[in-house]
């Protein structure tokens, strides 16, 4: 008569224990967060645009090109998953209407600060794993970088 009890709860905690890995928070998590295609194009419209080229990063010289848009309170990319080598450069090519600051949560973290019109910096991430890049004034996720 006890095995089914035993069975029961077996399978209850079995249960608890496989709805606990499961995600409900509101900010996303990085597995959440969609992955863009790799032939996504920006649009023109009265909004910031996600790059000036066919896709958000230029892998075509040593390191990757971020374009990051920020207009009218208003920020691009919009939390979209890039890839980087880990150890080479990260170029940061931001466009703005105003003067601001870009969090960099690697280890150790970067900010990165920008002014009115059109900023280029370049940051480097020595160690792999996923790098969000946010703009804490705007209180936006711009992109999660995948460093390798």
């Known amino acids: ?3 089914p009890v035993r069975l029961s709860a077996v399978l209850l905690a079995a249960s608890l224990l496989l709805a606990g ?3 409900d928070d509101a900010t996303g998590s990085a597995d959440s ?3 863009p295609s790799p032939t996504a194009t920006a649009t023109p419209s009265e909004g910031p645009t996600a790059a000036a080229t066919p896709t958000p990063t230029k892998e075509s010289e040593k390191g990757t090109t971020i374009e990051i848009t920020i207009k009218g309170g208003k920020a691009r990319p919009d939390g979209v998953r890039l890839k980087a080598k880990a150890g080479e450069p990260v170029r940061l090519h931001i466009v703005s209407d105003t003067d601001g600051e870009i ?3 690697s280890s150790p973290e970067k900010m990165v600060s920008y002014t009115s019109g059109t900023t280029d910096k370049t940051i480097t991430i020595g160690r792999p ?3 969000d890049i946010e703009d804490h004034e705007l209180d ?3 992109v999660q970088l995948e460093v390798r």
């Open 21 to 23: 890995c499961g995600s």
């Open 140 to 142: 936006k996720l711009l």
């Open 129 to 131: 794993g996923v790098v």
């Open 1 to 3: 008569m006890q095995r």
């Open 103 to 105: 969090h960099v949560h």
């Open 33 to 35: 967060t969609p992955t």
